[in-house]
């Protein structure tokens, strides 16, 4: 199948940018989205260009680190899939596709499709942990954990991270990154300890990182490739609530 | 003082905030559009209603205080928070499709800021009578005041306009409200909200009905 490419393209960090024209031909409907790409940087490189910059690793949908907004949707048009899952017979022949970084303040282009979402990582860094020793595999299996709180915590903590939903957010808002690793370690015994602490100390870092806020339009769980929803956003404000009006002690 | 200041200071602070006054908003739209409805039962029963708002005293003005004051918070924040959210993505998208946000959370702003003119506007209009597109107004009779307006096809345009805002704004604010104060349980389909189209719907239909009604002559 041949494809029309329109891909941003930007040298450096403080390189202005634009929308480049490609053409991908010959790629088969059976290639990842990232696979497709790098057939078209294996002929750029050939003809003497250089590559298209985009992040990727795993390309097995676990990592996070591919990104990618697809014809205006973040990992494109699989719902429940990061971009390395996307296969090319999602597209038809002749279709035109755009391929933009993600867009936010916080998240700030390295080169092309790369984005910087170390934010992300601050967030965590500001309360997504716990500090209580765990001991080993025996020791957690004497904490008992109902059965409910460990379904919502798994699905929470399915996050990898990719920035989809800050990506998708009309308000490029990190509510739902936040809120998902707030309900993860907030829903089980290890985490109650910090369990207001977290919530507030999570919130206050991702105003400082300039992100913005939520109006629950619900595109973020949309294009969440691990489908945390935002139910989690709740349960986020509650905490906060909580931490802010009462006190911080669990 | 100063957990308040934290409060306020975090945009999740101004969510709770603008959800607790906009939950005060909603319940007040509600009792409203009720008491609009006496106007079908004549000149005589709306009357009397409005007589007795009005006799309540200072119950009536620490009511309209509570409003006000959540009107002003609800308009600050909505501000404070736009503004924050603007400054978040410098650069738009070239492309970028909506999924799942409806018309209603597409234009909670323009149409908060539209239904902000509406209020004043309607508060100069049948409370204050400052502004008199008829000509007349009467402190006393709130019927007249409605028929003679209403007759008047772009005053009944206006309200009817400000009444299809009010009834979006309302379908996404009604449940929204209820998450950002972190109170609403989970639900396997968060975007599902029955009870906030119903509020908005029963709010904009007995609204929409008094204009439409003197419009079309049932009320004289």
């Known amino acids: ?88 017979r999602s597209f038809k022949d002749g279709d035109t596709v755009y391929i933009e970084p993600w867009r936010a303040r916080a998240f700030p282009v390295i080169k092309d499709l790369t984005v910087d979402r170390s934010a992300l990582d601050r967030i965590i860094q500001a309360g997504g942990f716990i500090t209580a020793p765990t001991g080993g595999a025996q020791d957690a299996n004497t904490i008992l954990v109902p059965k409910e709180s460990v379904e919502s915590a798994m699905d929470a903590a399915a996050c990898i991270g990719c920035g989809a939903c800050v990506a998708a957010c009309p308000n490029a808002s990190a509510s739902l990154f936040t809120a998902a690793k707030v309900t993860h370690l907030g829903l089980l015994p290890q985490g109650q300890p910090e369990r207001y602490r977290r919530a507030l100390e999570m919130v206050d870092q991702m105003d400082l990182e300039n992100f913005g806020s939520c109006t629950l339009h619900g595109e973020c769980q949309e294009a969440c490739p691990k489908e945390i929803s935002m139910d989690t956003i709740t349960r986020m404000n509650r905490d906060f609530i909580r931490g802010r009006l009462i006190g911080t002690r669990a | 003082m100063g957990s308040l200041r934290g409060f306020y200071g975090s945009m999740v602070g101004k969510k709770v905030v603008m959800g607790v006054t906009g939950l005060i908003g909603v319940g007040f739209v509600i009792l409203h559009s009720l008491g609009n409805l006496l106007v079908f039962r004549g000149p005589a029963a709306i009357n009397s209603y409005s007589h007795f708002l009005k006799s309540t005293g200072e119950l009536l003005w620490a009511l309209r205080i509570v409003l006000i004051v959540a009107v002003i918070l609800h308009v600050i924040a909505a501000v404070q928070l736009t503004q924050q959210s603007r400054a978040a993505r410098p650069i738009a998208y070239t492309k970028q499709e909506r999924q799942v946000a409806t018309v209603a959370s597409r234009t909670m702003r323009w149409g908060g800021a539209l239904l902000l003119v509406f209020i004043v506007l309607h508060i100069l209009h049948f409370t204050t009578g400052t502004i008199k597109p008829a000509g007349v107004f009467s402190p006393d009779d709130v019927y007249a005041n409605m028929v003679t307006s209403f007759r008047i096809w772009w005053v009944a345009l206006f309200y009817v306009v400000a009444m299809l805002a009010l009834g979006l704004h309302l379908f996404h604010g009604a449940w929204s409200s209820v998450r950002s104060i972190g109170v609403s349980p989970p639900s396997p389909q968060p975007l599902h909200h029955r009870i906030s189209l119903a509020i908005a719907l029963l709010v904009w239909a007995a609204f929409t009905a008094v204009p439409l009604a003197v419009v079309a002559g049932i009320v004289r």
């Open chain 1, 1 to 88: 199948m041949n494809l029309t490419l329109h891909v941003w393209r930007q040298a450096g960090p403080k390189a202005p940018g634009k929308m480049v024209v490609y053409q991908a031909t010959d790629i088969s409907p059976d290639m990842s989205f990232l696979e497709m790409l790098d057939v078209v940087n294996e002929r750029l490189t050939e003809r003497g260009e250089v590559p298209i910059a985009f992040d990727h690793d795993c390309r097995e949908g676990i990592c996070g680190m591919c990104s990618l907004m697809i014809n205006g949707v973040a990992h494109g048009p699989m719902k429940g899939t990061a971009t390395c899952q996307l296969h090319m």
